[in-house]
């Protein structure tokens, strides 16, 4: 099946520090990636929709300039949390889209966890 | 708008006794509903997929779900738990078409007794 991968697989930084997270495509291309966040014992909710070569569309309430994303290629999606604080110590989960003929299949990376200090 | 309901948090079986898991939806279109597996440590699992064909849908590992638009609902089934199924479910509904970003029901924490 399809592969998507997350980088790191977990961090810590401090208070106040930007931190890089990768989600790549390893054996397909995906014009369209989706970050979500996953609180303790809590479901997914989704943050932005990457789109390769365009502006990031964010849902309500999420800060797009706290939450940068870029899109540069049909393989990578960075979420770069800049100046984070502990409430921003989460489960971040991304996902890239697989299009077959008229198919579209979402597969999930394994997720980022970061905690901050 | 869409929306998932997990209407039970937390289930619990013994190991060899059969699986039920509930979801129900709300939707202002045919909607593609999904069952997704998450593993402690491990990534989403696609379980298996509703694209408005057949509604009794079967998926990996024995799991099976059958959508029923008269009740709004897209149950999950298993006959026979095994430990390995020990995991955390999530009933999901697509986007309009177009959008493909997914909303997640709130989850259902299946244990399984030996």
């Not at chain 1, 106040?16 to 479901?43: H, N």
């Not at chain 1, 899109?71 to 921003?88: C, N, Q, R, Y």
């Not at chain 2, 408005?52 to 026979?80: C, Q, W, Y």
Request: hydrophobic share 35%.
């Amino acid at each position: 099946g399809a592969v998507v991968s997350q980088h790191p697989s977990w961090v810590i930084c401090k208070s106040g520090t930007s931190v890089k997270i990768e989600c790549r495509s390893l054996d397909f291309q995906a014009t369209t990636m989706f970050w979500y966040r996953q609180f303790p014992k809590q479901s997914l909710m989704l943050m932005a929709t990457s789109n390769e070569g365009s502006k990031a569309t964010y849902e309500q309430g999420v800060e797009k300039d706290k939450f940068l994303i870029n899109h540069a290629s049909l393989t990578l999606s960075t979420l770069t949390v800049t100046s984070a604080h502990p409430e921003d110590s989460s489960f971040y989960i991304c996902s890239a889209i697989r299009t077959s003929g008229s198919e579209d299949t979402q597969y999930f990376g394994p997720g980022t966890r970061l905690t901050v200090l | 708008a869409q929306s998932v309901t997990q209407l039970d948090s937390h289930v619990s079986v013994s190991e060899g006794t059969p699986v039920l898991l509930r979801c129900n939806y709300s939707s202002s279109y045919s909607p593609s509903l999904f069952w997704y597996v998450q593993h402690p440590n491990k990534g989403l699992q696609l379980l298996l997929k509703y694209t408005s064909a057949a509604t009794l849908v079967k998926g990996i590992n024995g799991f099976e779900a059958e959508f029923k638009k008269s009740e709004t609902s897209f149950h999950l089934t298993k006959p026979s738990a095994h430990m390995s199924d020990a995991a955390e479910y999530f009933c999901v509904v697509s986007g309009r078409a177009g959008r493909r970003a997914l909303t997640f029901g709130s989850g259902t924490r299946l244990q399984v007794q030996p």
